[in-house]
């Protein structure tokens, strides 16, 4: 099936039944090393996490701060492809680039009014194809308004958690 | 050396000189396939991402939102790692599942009053070990003023975003 055939018929069902629409992802993880973390996701995918040296791991894979950039940059493009093709907008190439600044002091409990997250993080993204600039313009208004990792960067997720002993 | 000297030294060096806790993270990443992304995180590692053939892939991967839950899931775990030593708290294990619920309506554009991210996050923690519950209770809170990851959830980053065209 083509991808644009997937997206008609993914919003045909979400216009004939909101329920369509509710999904669930997970996560399992455990501790295994100092720092590596072993876990699979609900797709069957294995994930390692570890941290370098300077904070205890062993650099068996990255970390989860990575991890996290490497969420929004891969939601941006695949966000691009979608509604790229939703929107008939055709490219050549899409790739990506996330960095974001941190401040140590947050994480190690040092200045209780740095956060322990990110401050800021800059998306650099490159697409070539045949579409003028104001086309890619509107292509990237539509990603940003539509990405579901930019959205949980830029705005307040309400997280519950659960913690049981023994 | 260990988790305990490498965290004093750390919050030695931070306390010495604040400049010491700017740190930057990063990832490059390119759309290869449909929705396959292939990048490398800063610290040399690979990460592969790609989306269910529901929505246009072929799992090669695990998605962009179960990234961002096992970046949760993973920092929650490490942050007790670090924190417990740096509180004297022992444990024997510690494993968690994180679960996030989306409606895709969002990220689809068919209603533009859902989010396309995640509405909630559901984090579930085990914890085995010697102490008493009280004190494991000390380090959760400890874990969930310090957790980089949480804090991208429950709280806005600024993300600036720049295409190139071309």
């Not at 570890?50 to 941006?76: F, H, I, K, M, R």
């Not at 140590?104 to 740095?114: A, C, E, K, N, Q």
């Not at 309400?158 to 023994?166: E, H, R, S, Y």
Request: aromatic share 6%.
């Amino acid at each position: 099936m083509t991808l644009t055939a997937i997206i008609d018929g993914t919003r045909d069902a979400l216009q004939a039944d909101a329920g369509n629409g509710k999904v669930s992802f997970n996560v399992s993880q455990e501790l295994v090393g100092v720092t590596e973390v072993h876990g699979t996701a609900g797709s069957g995918h294995r994930i390692v996490v570890d941290e370098p040296p300077a904070l205890g791991g062993t650099n068996a894979a990255a970390n989860p701060v990575e991890y996290a950039l490497a969420a929004l940059g891969s939601c941006q493009v695949i966000t691009y492809r979608v509604w790229a093709t939703h929107l008939g907008i055709k490219f050549d190439s899409i790739s990506v680039e996330v960095e974001g600044d941190l401040d140590l002091r947050g994480f190690f409990g040092v200045d209780p009014t740095i956060r322990p997250g990110y401050e800021q993080v800059r998306v650099t993204l490159h697409i070539t194809g045949p579409e003028t600039p104001a086309r890619y313009e509107e292509l990237r208004r539509a990603v940003d308004e539509h990405c579901p990792v930019l959205d949980l960067f830029s705005n307040q997720t309400p997280v519950k958690i659960d913690l049981k002993v023994g």
